[in-house]
C-alpha cells in the first residue's frame, strides 16, 4: 500500500520528467557512438517531446533506410525499430513536426548490448589492472567496443530514466579506461566486451552501471527481497572502518533498491544481449545466509522486468554472467568469503544448475593478489577473470560448441573404510594436497562447527578422479567439502583444473549420507 510520503515522491519523481519533456530530446542513454541491440532483436528507442506531436524517427547508413512515426503521449515518446543487422555506422534523426525542430545522432552501431553491474570489484578501472600500460595503450584499436556509465546515484523511488551519467557513449580512449580508481571505466566490463569483440567480430556496447560497497539488496526491486524473507525497508550499516573501502566513493548505509531505483530501473526501456555481475563482498557479512535466494531471486526479476521494459524485446531468460569470489584475508575463515562463493550459485556449487538457468560464472579463487595497492580484496588479475566470463558467455550466451567454460566437477564419489574415491565429470589436471580437502565425521551429523571438519590427503590421482585417505576418520564421513577457506591457494595453483590446466574446480560442499 502506497503511504502518502511514498506517492507524493512517486508523484514528484514524474512531475520533474513531465516538466522537461516539452523540450525534444532523446533520453539519458542515448547518444551519438552508442550501440543498439541487433536482429534478430529490436532496439527500443524513446525521448521526451511536445504531448500530442507527431514523432517520426528516420535511420539511414551502411545497410538500409528506415523510417517509422509515434506520437509523443504525457511527453514521452518511444518506439521499436524493426531488426537491424550488426554493424553500422548509422544516423538517427527524429523530427517532432508539430515545432518542425529535430535531434539527430551519429556514428550509432548495431551489436550486442550487455550490461555490467556489482559493486567495487567491477568498479576496479582499467588503469587499476595488471599490466594496465599494455591495455590502454590498445584501446584504439577497438574502436568498435563502445562504453557507456551511469553516475552513482540513489533513488526511493523507481525512475523512467536516469538521474545522471557519468560517461555518454563514446569510443574507448586511454583516458576513458585509466581514469581515477573505482570511478571510471569497469575493467572486468571493458575486458569482456573486448574479448567478446575479438571473438564475434561485430560491435559491442557495454553499459556500466555499478557502485562499490554495495549489497545485492540496493540492486534489487521489492518483489524478490519479499520473495527471499528480507525486509523491504532495512537499511544496511557498512563497516566503513575496515581498510578496503579506502579511497572508495560509498555511502555507510544503504537502503533496500535505492540503486535499482536509480540505475536500473531507468535501463529497463533498452534491448539488451545480456549482463555481467560482480558483487557479494558486502553481503558477506550481511544476510549471507539468504544470498543463496536474494542473489538468484534478483536475477529472475531483473529479467522480467527488462523483458517487459523493452516490450518482449529482451530475453525473459537473458543470459546472465557472474564472478565467484576471490579472496581477502589468509588464514581466516570467519570472513563469510566461502559461504558466499557456495550461495552464490545457489548452493549448487556450479553452474548453470536448475535454480539459475541460462548463468554462466567465472571462479576466481585461485586468483588472489596479497600485493594489490587496493587491498587484497581487490586483486588486480582482472584479465583472468574477464577471459574467464568470456568462456561461458561464448558457450552460453552464444552456444558456440567445443567450448570448455566450466572446470571439473564431482560427478560421483564413492567410499570405502579406507578411501574416498571422486570422480570428475572430465578429465583433470591435479597436484597433491594434504588439506584441500576436508571431511566431517560428526556423529550427529551437523558439520556445522569447523572443529568437525579433518583435513584429509590425496593419495593417488588419476585422468578424471582423485583417491582421498580416510584414515583420520573412525567412523563413515557424512560431508565433504573442498577449498573452504577464504584464501585456498596461491596464484594459479589451486590443486585441480582442467586437463588444459585453464579452468579450476571451484570450491564445493558434498553430503555423502
Known sequence: MLTAVSLSLILGSLTAVLSAAEELRFASYYGNHMVLQKAPAKAVVWGYGHTGAKIVLSLSGSHNDY???????????????????????????????????????????????????????????????????????????FSDV??????????????????????PWS??????????????????????????????????????????GTPVEAWSASRPLHKCGLNSTMTRQLPVQSNFWKDMPFAASWKNSVLWNAMIHPLLNMTIKGAIWYQGEANAGYNRDEYNCSFPAMIDDWRRAFHQGSGGQTAIDFPFGFVQLSTWEKNYLQDGFREIRWHQTADYGFAPNKRMHNTFMAVAVDLPDEKSPWGSIHPRFKRDVAYRLVLGARAVAYGEKGVSFQGPFPAEIQFDQSSINIMFD?????????????????ANNTCTDDSQWISVPMKKLGSNYILLSLSQCPSKPTALRYLWRDWPCAFNACPIYSSDKVLPTPPFLERLD
Open 426 to 442: 572430465q578429465e583433470i589436471s591435479a597436484a597433491y594436497s594434504d588439506n584441500a580437502f576436508e571431511i566431517c565425521c560428526s
Open 171 to 212: 569510443r574507448p580512449t586511454a583516458e576513458l579506461l585509466g581514469g581515477k580508481p573505482f570511478t571510471h571505466f569497469s575493467a572486468v566490463c571493458w575486458l569482456f566486451g573486448r574479448y567478446l569483440y575479438q571473438t564475434l567480430n561485430y560491435p559491442i556496447g557495454l553499459v556500466d552501471s555499478c557502485w562499490g
Open 146 to 167: 563502445r562504453i557507456f556509465q551511469a553516475a552513482l546515484e540513489q533513488s526511493n523511488v523507481e525512475l523512467y530514466d536516469l538521474p545522471g551519467v557519468e560517461v
Open 67 to 141: 523510417k517509422t512515426a509515434t506520437r509523443v503521449v504525457s511527453g514521452i515518446w518511444h518506439t521499436t525499430l524493426s531488426p537491424v543487422e550488426a554493424g553500422g555506422p548509422y544516423t538517427l534523426i527524429v523530427l517532432q513536426t508539430t515545432t518542425n525542430t529535430s535531434i539527430m545522432l551519429t556514428d550509432v552501431l548495431f551489436g550486442d548490448i550487455w550490461l555490467c553491474g556489482g559493486q567495487s570489484n567491477m568498479a576496479f578501472t582499467v588503469g587499476q589492472i595488471n599490466n594496465a600500460t599494455e591495455e590502454l595503450a590498445m584501446v584504439s584499436k
